[in-house]
């Protein structure tokens, strides 16, 4: 039996799969825990969206990652964690229970809906490589669905697309829809015309890009109107409902794919054997050395 220290890691992301590469597997046991075998580069699932890149391109094996020199010895267990037993030491996925010593949690970020859960049944989210496949393939089938309607205003309903949230990740899908509008629909569906597409960005704030430079924000205006993209700035959805989506202000717009972006917060996940409830956001407190505040051998990572 081994007697070092048991180090298990929750999440494959940029945090955990670092964290595992630099901690010394001479003094710990190292177990990463992760709902997918494979890694992914979250900046780039709006090229998957939009059918610049495959999605073989962003994603690896964590296997074959663990594989290598610098993660010799860690061990990789399948799983989504569903509670965190403090009081007993372990971590329950959907397939079984781990003791750890010392915990890492690195789960990163999800879909933020500020209250409103019914909406993950009716928009489209970019949080996953799955979630961006199925944003490429639904813009996919409408254009081909657009390119056999003969129906002008059944054939501009299909193409009407509406990106919410205004932060990197809307500007990044907007952009991308915006040059299909521009640039692909005359070369690749010839029977739509560009003005049969509608692409809007609906932004809370007064300007895009709100946590980088007033001129990374002007640029993207910018960008985003040469690519035909219709950008609102102070405006917050209220309801989406039967295809409308109705405005702060009272106005509405009609779109069949509304893209979420809206914001993030943290992976939820349950506690028991103590009372700590996670943070605003699901974010959780730590000092310097990551160690949660509250906790006991648990410490939080990346996002």
């Given at each position: 039996?081994s007697?070092k220290q048991?180090?298990?890691?929750?999440?494959?992301g940029?945090?955990?799969?670092?964290?595992?590469k630099?901690?010394?597997?001479?003094?710990f046991?190292v177990?990463l825990?992760?709902?997918?075998?494979?890694?992914?580069?979250p900046?780039?699932?709006?090229q998957?969206?939009?059918?610049?890149?495959?999605?073989?391109?962003?994603?690896?094996p964590?296997?074959?990652?663990?594989r290598?020199?610098?993660?010799?010895g860690?061990?990789?267990h399948?799983?989504?964690?569903?509670?965190i037993?403090?009081?007993?030491?372990?971590?329950?996925?959907d397939?079984?229970?781990?003791?750890?010593?010392?915990l890492?949690?690195?789960?990163?970020t999800?879909?933020n809906f500020?209250?409103?859960k019914?909406l993950?049944?009716?928009?489209?989210t970019?949080?996953?490589?799955?979630q961006?496949?199925?944003?490429?393939?639904?813009?996919l089938?409408?254009?081909?669905r657009?390119?056999?309607e003969?129906?002008?205003?059944?054939?501009?309903?299909?193409?009407?697309?509406?990106?919410?949230?205004g932060?990197?990740a809307?500007?990044?899908?907007?952009?991308a829809?915006g040059?299909?509008?521009r640039?692909?629909l005359?070369?690749?569906?010839?029977g739509?015309?560009?003005?049969?597409?509608?692409?809007?960005?609906i932004?809370g704030?007064d300007?895009?890009l709100?946590?980088?430079?007033?001129?990374a924000?002007?640029?993207?205006?910018r960008?985003?109107?040469?690519l035909?993209v219709?950008?609102k700035?102070g405006?917050?959805?209220?309801t989406?409902?039967d295809?409308v989506?109705?405005?702060d202000?009272?106005?509405?717009?009609?779109?069949?794919?509304?893209?979420?972006?809206?914001?993030?917060?943290?992976?939820?996940i349950?506690?028991?054997?103590?009372?700590?409830k996670?943070?605003?956001?699901?974010?959780?407190?730590?000092?310097?050395?990551c160690r949660i505040?509250?906790?006991?051998d648990?410490?939080?990572?990346g996002?």
């Open positions: 039996m007697t048991k180090i298990v890691v929750i999440g494959g940029f945090a955990g799969l670092n964290f595992v630099k901690i010394d597997k001479s003094k046991d177990t825990v992760d709902k997918h075998n494979y890694h992914t580069f900046p780039l699932f709006y998957v969206a939009s059918s610049e890149l495959d999605p073989t391109s962003i994603c690896f964590l296997r074959r990652e663990l290598k020199h610098n993660c010799h860690v061990a990789f399948i799983g989504k964690v569903r509670k037993d403090v009081a007993a030491k372990t971590i329950s996925t397939y079984e229970t781990t003791h750890y010593d010392k890492v949690i690195a789960l990163g999800t879909n500020f209250g409103n019914d993950i049944k009716d928009v489209y970019l949080k996953s490589t799955d961006a496949i199925r944003i490429r393939n639904e813009i089938f409408r254009c081909e657009a390119a056999v003969p129906d002008n205003e059944k054939r501009r309903r299909m193409l009407s697309f509406v990106v919410i949230g932060g990197p809307g500007v990044e899908i907007a952009g829809v040059e299909l509008k640039y692909i005359k070369r690749d569906y010839p739509i015309a560009p003005d049969d597409l509608s692409i809007t960005i932004e704030t300007r895009l709100g946590t980088m430079s007033r001129e924000s002007d640029t993207a205006l960008d985003l109107n040469q035909m219709e950008v700035l405006r917050l959805m209220k989406y409902n295809n989506i109705t405005l202000d009272g106005s509405t717009i009609y779109s069949e794919m509304v893209i979420w972006t809206a914001g993030v917060t943290g992976v939820p349950e506690f028991s054997g103590t009372d700590y996670a943070g605003r956001g699901g974010c959780f407190p730590t000092d310097q050395y505040e509250g906790l006991e648990i410490y939080a990572i996002d």
